[in-house]
């Protein structure tokens, strides 16, 4: 089947995450017809995946319907399917619906915008996931909400001290905003949310590892910062193994490599990944299209106007390009929602101007700052010219997530959310639900 018959300029956008959102929010009321395509049906807030897996916040209140923020809007089509085939030449994209007995699809494009997005990389040690999986889809939050909640279920069975210790041993790997954030959310379950809960075990005896390759937590940061996230970490009762090296992981622990050389073998039964990220597979479809290569991430090179190479029409944008600077180098911009999000806009301008006939100057990236929250009450926050720590940066980081939080009604129940948590200290959705996977609790 193929759709291009309105006979308006067709804009496909690949992608529902921050930057394909943006470029379909910006091209409204443009004239063009916009083709949003996405794997899910909805836009995941990303930021906030991790308070999921916490059990602080429910699915439904991170996520909205895309078609919900589009509704009524008759120039925007939105597509539940997954890109299998790029023909760059025709100009046409072969769609795999992501629903058993649906028709498969073909779709023409004007105008092509990919925004993929990135995947959890584990450094070609795939057999890692099934033991250690990752946050960044809504689907595995809520499997490793199940593994988080299910060990502590499970040591209350335990008879063993030895087996139950494992399974109070909690390991996050990767010290970057997500690991931090996922490490400090643990650590106020165990000191703050579940104490009372159980008559075996005590759950303030639980133990939280953070482990971390490079020399501090939040190398993005400045080390000050980076200094009193550490602090914080250590206050709460995380462990930052900064310095260690992953050597494997298993169903029942993670052995680890010492800044030393030496090794060492740690038992715990629920490990979560937050440790480096690969580009999406369509940067690779885009290559391979554009006879292009890609990096060692994954990524594909676009033109200073995120362009693809010979190719003006088809813009690719986030986690999955680089892109080429004044030097004519490659440059990768932070794995941040900002840059996503400025990309989408940008490529819309430079839709409208096309059409216009106009040309559009290089996208330039405007770094706006970077915050990470530690837990109640603790962040930090590098806003560019002025660095902040404690309650004061935990309460700029509260203000600017709801501030880009879809829906007026997601934001007024994460609202409550958090005020309930901040004043009882609990949590609203410590539900264990899914069937059991390998790994973890069962």
Not at 6 to 23: N, R, T, Y
Not at 68 to 89: K, N, Q, R, Y
Not at 304 to 325: F, Q
Not at 354 to 368: D, I, P, Q, S, V
């Amino acid at each position: 089947m193929t759709t291009h018959a309105s006979g308006k300029h067709q804009v496909v956008i690949v992608g529902g995450g921050f930057g394909g959102l943006e470029a379909a929010k910006a091209l409204r009321g443009s004239g063009v017809e916009i083709t949003l395509v996405d794997r899910r049906n909805f836009h995941l807030f990303q930021p906030l995946a991790y308070q999921v897996a916490t059990g602080a916040l429910s699915a439904g209140e991170v996520a909205f319907p895309l078609r919900a923020i589009f509704d009524g809007d008759p120039d925007v089509w939105v597509l539940l399917a997954e890109v299998t085939g790029i023909d760059l030449d025709a100009r046409r994209l072969d769609l795999r619906p992501e629903l058993a007995g649906a028709a498969h699809h073909e779709l023409r494009y004007d105008s092509l915008i990919v925004a993929g997005g990135c995947v959890y990389s584990y450094f070609g040690n795939e057999g890692w996931r099934e033991h250690a999986p990752d946050i960044k889809s809504l689907e595995s939050a809520l499997e490793v909400r199940r593994r988080i909640l299910g060990s502590f279920e499970a040591a209350e069975l335990e008879p063993d001290p030895a087996a139950r210790a494992a399974w109070q041993t909690f390991v996050v790997v990767g010290a970057g905003p997500t690991g931090v954030e996922m490490a400090g959310q643990i650590a106020e379950i165990a000191r703050d949310t579940l104490p009372g809960d159980y008559r075996r075990i005590d759950p303030t005896e639980t133990r939280i590892l953070l482990v971390e390759m490079g020399d501090r937590v939040l190398a993005g940061f400045p080390p000050g910062l980076s200094a009193k996230a550490t602090a914080s970490l250590e206050h709460l009762g995380v462990t930052p193994l900064t310095g260690h090296r992953v050597v494997t992981i298993d169903d029942e622990g993670i052995e680890v490599e010492r800044p030393g050389g030496e090794r060492e073998r740690i038992p715990a039964r629920t490990k979560v990944w937050a440790a480096g990220v690969r580009a999406s597979p369509l940067a690779e479809l885009l290559a391979q299209g554009a006879r292009a290569t890609t990096d060692k991430a994954g990524r594909v090179t676009v033109e200073r106007d995120l362009s693809l190479a010979g190719h003006s029409e088809v813009m690719a944008l986030g986690d999955m390009v680089a892109v080429r600077g004044a030097d004519g180098e490659p440059h990768v911009l932070p794995g941040l929602a900002p840059v996503a999000m400025q990309q989408g806009r940008y490529a819309a301008r430079r839709v409208r101007h096309r059409l216009a006939g106009r040309t559009t100057r290089a996208f330039h990236y405007r770094n706006k700052g970077n915050l990470a929250t530690i837990g109640r009450g603790r962040a930090v926050a590098d806003l560019r010219f002025l660095r902040l720590s404690g309650p004061v940066a935990w309460l700029a980081w509260l203000v600017i997530h709801l501030f880009y939080l879809i829906g007026f009604q997601n934001r007024l129940v994460v609202v409550l959310r958090w005020t309930f948590s901040f004043v009882s200290r609990g949590r609203g959705a410590r539900l264990i639900t899914g069937r059991p996977a390998s790994g973890g609790a069962e």
